[in-house]
């Protein structure tokens, strides 16, 4: 075998200690290829050229990185980065302490591969995975296929303590697709009572485990909004997906395939707004190029009006891929005049901010990265935030302001992905905060606060945002305390192209593209 026989024990190490998932029998499969005796140098030759790019082919399937279309893609992505951002992202797949267990792996497989015959261990290692997965490493779900009291194989336990199978979760996130499918809010008439605007603040790249990661305090800055939902699921770990999630709250949580089917006018949130008699607005401060996120928010997210200016407004940092981010307060404040001089009724503004996505730089402080320039922006954000709140606030016109996060940025990144990676919809990506604060003349009492600390999904988010159009806040502020009662909520299942995250009986279990289920051993909201 040679030194496919390292290869296989380094990637048995990688599978036991939860950085790859390996595929059991196909890997036997090439370790028995490889095992097979070469009398002469041309067979040799002829099953290294045959072996080492399947081994390479199984260890990227083995892994938890995207699927090849999906890779490709990101590839194609990355073109538009920055020199320096590709070479902050080159930095951070450097893992000292793998190198060192390799290292250590490698010297001890030289020592050993003299005297013992280390293949032999190797397949057998493979045999092992192949029979008794459940006993080889603790991450997999799969259970020994049959078991003596005639029970279903074991994937976990529910919160009953009753067994649950690979099939029974794939069939448990049908269902809740299916039964999500059944929800809608309908506005079947015109708002009435004291006009006020709506104002969505969608914040890409923000997370409670970003805000604990970064080390920045949240306390004062949420403290000036009357409801905080704590628990709050995003379902989506990229900005597209995330924003017709939000504009399609209408309706209830749908597969990710499906958010790019047409969409249904019933499920559009802002179309609901405008049968309640509101104008819409849409307003960024970036360009919204990048990987189609004009599309996504025009077309699949039904925002049918085009966006405003803000090339006007000062330049606070550079993204990712070079262009310009504008400064939130800057674009906010002069919409906000622009808006104070249109005479219209009710307005409804949906604006979008990726003033926290990875990769900014500050034209403050250029030369921060990382988590110090996610805690720079970070404070920065939550500065011009309360700034223009407090311009609201003071301009005699009410306004309810509906802060949500697209997804976390990742920023400390776990055993599965690198930081700011987001292919996997883990739970720390994905529980974001929301919060909703009623601000104007007559606005009710700032002191009244409600924390939600149960689960709550964007219909729950629509309910509050229904509730409040009809139970008007600001004619009764009794009925503030009861905008957030009963929120609908539902499993926590979040989805980025196939790999799939769930919660059973507080445990998160992960299905990636074309695997099986595994407990998800990566970070986890804190």
């Known amino acids: 075998m040679g030194p496919f026989a390292l290869y296989f024990c380094l990637k048995l190490w990688l599978h036991l200690t939860g950085y790859i998932a390996i595929h059991a029998l196909p890997n036997l499969l090439l370790a028995l290829f490889t095992a097979l005796p070469t009398p002469n140098s041309r067979l040799r030759l002829a099953k290294n050229l045959v072996g080492w790019p399947l081994a390479v082919l199984l260890l990227y399937h083995d892994s938890y990185l995207p699927p090849p279309a999906r890779a490709i893609e990101a590839v194609t992505l990355l073109r538009s980065f920055s020199p320096d951002y590709l070479l902050e992202l080159a930095l951070r797949f450097f893992n000292p302490w793998l190198l060192v267990a390799g290292i250590v792996i490698v010297t001890v497989y030289v020592l050993a591969a003299r005297k013992l015959r280390i293949g032999s261990f190797a397949i057998l290692g493979l045999v092992l995975v192949w029979v008794v997965p459940a006993s080889w490493s603790p991450l997999l779900l799969s259970a020994p296929k049959s078991n003596p009291d005639g029970r279903p194989a074991v994937a976990d336990l529910d919160r009953y303590g009753r067994y649950v199978s690979s099939e029974a979760l794939d069939q448990n996130v049908e269902r809740f697709h299916a039964e999500e499918a059944t929800h809608h809010i309908a506005y079947t008439e015109r708002a009435h009572g004291a006009p006020f605007d709506i104002i969505i603040l969608h914040v890409c ?216 990676l987001r292919e996997i919809p883990s739970p720390a990506i994905t529980e974001v905060p929301v919060a909703i604060a009623y601000v104007g003349s007559d606005a009710p009492d700032l002191k009244i606060s409600t924390r939600v600390d149960d689960p709550v999904s964007y219909f729950g988010l629509a309910e509050i945002l229904h509730r409040s159009i009809y139970k008007n806040p600001f004619d009764d502020s009794a009925a503030l305390q009861k905008l957030s009662e009963n929120l609908s909520g539902g499993p926590f299942v979040a989805e980025n192209d196939d790999t799939l995250v769930v919660r059973v009986a507080g445990r998160y279990l992960m299905r990636p593209p074309g695997g099986a289920w595994v407990r998800w051993e990566g970070r986890s909201p804190q």
């Open 205 to 420: 790249s923000l997370s409670w485990d970003d805000l604990a990661g970064a080390k920045v305090s949240s306390d004062d800055f949420f403290s000036r909004f009357q409801i905080v939902l704590t628990q709050f699921n995003s379902a989506a770990s990229y900005s597209g997906p995330a924003a017709i999630r939000l504009l399609r709250a209408n309706c209830g949580q749908s597969a990710q395939k499906s958010l790019y089917d047409y969409p249904n006018r019933e499920c559009l949130l802002f179309a609901g707004f405008e049968d309640a008699g509101y104008e819409p607005h849409w307003l960024m401060n970036h360009d919204g190029h990048f990987a189609n996120f004009f599309g996504d928010v025009y077309r699949r997210g039904g925002l049918a009006v085009e966006p405003e200016r803000n090339s006007d407004a000062d330049v606070a940092a550079d993204a990712f891929d070079g262009t310009p981010v504008y400064s939130d307060y800057d674009v906010l404040s002069r919409w906000w005049a622009r808006r104070m001089t249109s005479g219209v009724e009710r307005v409804a503004l949906y604006y979008n901010t990726i003033s926290l996505h990875d990769g900014n730089r500050l034209r403050s402080a250029p030369g921060a990265v990382g988590v110090n320039s996610y805690a720079l922006r970070t404070r920065q954000l939550f500065n011009d935030l309360t700034r223009f709140m407090r311009v609201v606030d003071s301009s005699g016109r009410r306004a309810m302001i509906v802060l949500v996060a697209e997804h976390g940025a990742a920023v400390r990144g776990d055993r599965y992905q690198i930081d700011g």
